[in-house]
């Protein structure tokens, strides 16, 4: 339309500040190449800054597709209507069942309430006992608190939900089912984290409102969500969630915001939330101490056994989402090395079946990659 008022405003142009990037980009290409020709997302973030290391939504599209003028408008309707959603950012927008990783979560609560300790052990009858096997288990008979981490009890989280729940201390039971909420809320998940990313969605975490609305003021008790304890029902996580459940558990009951600006400007500012401490509501040592413990021996003798990676200590815990829509989605969620993390990872594959099946490779290549700075493992 022409230079405004003959250029009479016109200035000359002001450099801005640089900006530095906290995403590893070796990481990030090794991370595309594991992902492709699968749906899902990979998330792993610095546990001792929340510095993003990587950020992956699969299927993901060419940038330069959107590039230009007619061509951009073709190609941008073609992603639009693509049945893979290319468009969707995975990592950020989606929201899945956590699976079995949220037992994790269950198990510290339950500790630092003074309800179960490392010797614990609950019964399992190739699933929950006192709803006639649901949910359902794979075989192995009564396990203690490690043991329940490592091969993945539902029975065992079946019954540490209700001892949750089902307090004494409390006199209503929707007070010990909040007490229950509020907490987990506390690690992330039905919470806003406050990141830097343009999508931040609270996932959610069912309240009591929800569930008088389905079943009825006193018409639901715990064994009727009882599948909340293994991360089912309508709980729903974002993988970026999942990913900082990992980190404060890597951290010992804290987590920093994860965020993806390393810096602005040659002092690389940044926004002082990103460098303080959020605290979740269980401080208790011993029992990160004990939960920890059972995610290494998820490596060493569990469900991820196969994904164990050499000359590093890794702690990881396995995830079978039930999907609705189909077969379930694999989940795997890790931190390395147990002394000192470095990294820690979520990986989550839709549609893929168990956790250790195609997320836990992943998450360990990965893991060796950041860690060691190589891959020896040509399978």
């Not at 359902?136 to 043991?147: E, I, S, Y």
């Not at 290549?365 to 700075?373: D, N, P």
Request: proline letters at 7%.
């Amino acid at each position: 339309v022409g230079r405004y008022m003959n250029g009479k405003y016109d200035t000359a142009a002001v450099a801005g500040k640089p900006l530095y990037c906290t995403i590893d980009a070796s990481l990030q290409e090794y991370g595309e190449r594991l992902m492709k020709g699968k749906k899902g997302a990979l998330v792993a973030i610095e546990p001792s800054t929340g510095e993003i290391l990587c950020l992956i939504s699969a299927p993901g599209y060419d940038p330069n597709l959107l590039v230009g003028g007619k061509e951009r408008n073709k190609n941008f309707a073609k992603l639009v209507y693509d049945s893979t959603l290319p468009l969707f950012n995975r990592a950020i927008q989606a929201e899945y069942p956590p699976g079995s990783t949220f037992k994790l979560i269950d198990a510290l609560i339950a500790q630092n309430d003074g309800l179960i300790n490392r010797n614990t052990s609950f019964p399992c009858a190739r699933g929950y006992p006192p709803m006639g096997g649901k949910p359902k288990c794979h075989p192995h008979g009564p396990v203690d608190l490690v043991n329940s981490v490592a091969q993945s009890c539902n029975s065992y989280y079946s019954y540490v939900f209700r001892e949750i729940v089902d307090q004494k201390k409390y006199p209503k039971f929707v007070d010990g089912y909040n007490h229950w909420r509020d907490m987990v809320m506390t690690f992330g998940p039905g919470t806003k984290l406050g990141t830097d990313l343009p999508y931040d969605r609270p996932g959610k975490v069912p309240s009591v409102k929800y569930y008088d609305k389905v079943f009825g003021k006193n018409g639901w008790r715990s064994n009727t969500i009882v599948s909340l304890g293994i991360g089912q029902a309508e709980l729903l996580l974002m993988p970026l969630q999942m990913a900082n459940v990992v980190a404060t558990i890597a951290n010992r009951g804290y987590y920093y915001i994860p965020h993806t600006v390393k810096g602005i400007g040659n002092e690389k500012e940044i926004d002082k939330k990103f460098k303080e401490k959020v605290y979740v509501g269980v401080q208790n040592q011993e029992a990160y101490t004990n939960v920890i413990d059972g995610m290494q021996r998820c490596f060493d003798a569990g469900t991820a056994y196969y994904s164990r990676i050499p000359g590093v200590v890794a702690c990881g815990k396995t995830g079978t989402a039930e999907n609705p829509h189909g077969k379930s989605h694999a989940v795997f969620m890790a931190f390395a090395p147990r002394e000192k993390p470095q990294i820690v990872i979520a990986c989550l594959i839709e549609n893929a079946g168990f956790g250790g099946t195609w997320s836990a490779p992943i998450v360990s290549l990965m893991i060796e990659k950041y860690v060691t700075g190589k891959v020896t493992r040509p399978e």
